[in-house]
């Protein structure tokens, strides 16, 4: 049982480029999150997915996507990366307590 | 106003000692409350939840006072490994996720 798995670890990007973060989950959770973390702001939501086929946006969704690819899955989406999101970026589930994945760190240069 | 509101610190404490740490919540329609820890470069995870009685677990006591909005830890008799950062979190009544606080860091020095 892995519970929340999140690839890659470390990713360097230039603006302007696009990326995928892919998040996997195997606790059968039906609610799923994406967020980032910035130093001195905390945890702030991206977008989140109550159940597979759904998907409702956060307090910062700007210049973001999701995809919840099934009950497992749930990828978040830098069309265009830009600077301002260079963060720490976690995946999470949800049942009764959050779960955590390890971690994205991605600077955009 | 932020949602989840704590003092960032660094509470810098020796062993042994005992820290509390208070949290503010600005949406009185919140229903439940958590204490989170994180590590450095690490992800956040569970450390109690809160109820509105008050509950212990170990070294570590959670109080929630609905009338004032305000959550509180208390970790007694400290140890060098309680160091990390705490995060109060609570629901979001807005839609099903939670609202993290941005941390308070504590440091147990020997």
């Known amino acids: 049982n892995a519970g929340v798995t999140q690839t890659p670890k470390f990713q360097v990007l230039k603006t302007g480029q696009s990326m995928t973060l892919q998040c996997a989950q195997d606790?059968?959770?039906?609610?799923m999150y994406w967020y980032r973390q910035d130093p001195g702001m905390g945890l702030r939501l991206i977008y989140y997915?109550?159940?597979?086929?759904?998907?409702d946006k956060g307090e910062v969704p700007n210049g973001y996507n999701v995809s919840r690819l099934n009950k497992r899955e749930f990828s978040l989406r830098l069309e265009s990366a830009a600077p301002s999101q260079t963060s720490v970026y976690f995946c999470?589930?949800?049942?009764?307590?959050?779960?955590f994945g390890p971690g994205t760190r991605l600077t955009v240069t | 106003r932020k949602e989840v509101e704590q003092d960032p610190g660094p509470f810098n404490v020796p062993e042994g000692a005992t820290v509390a740490f208070n949290c503010t919540y600005s949406?009185?329609?919140?229903?439940?409350f958590f204490w989170y820890r994180q590590d450095c470069r690490k992800e956040p995870k569970l450390l109690m939840s809160?109820?509105?009685s008050g509950n212990e677990d170990g070294r570590f006591t959670a109080q929630l006072n609905r009338a004032s909005q305000y959550i509180s830890l208390l970790i007694r008799d400290s140890k060098l490994s309680d160091s990390a950062t705490y995060l109060c979190?609570?629901?979001?009544?807005?839609?099903?996720?939670?609202?993290f606080g941005s941390g308070t860091r504590l440091q147990v020095q020997p």
């Open positions: 999470a589930s949800l049942q009764n307590e959050q779960y």
């Open positions: 997915s109550a159940s597979e086929g759904t998907t």
């Open positions: 979190v609570v629901n979001s009544p807005r839609g099903r996720a939670l609202t």
């Open positions: 949406n009185s329609a919140s229903q439940s």
């Open positions: 809160v109820y509105s």
């Open positions: 606790m059968n959770h039906n609610s």
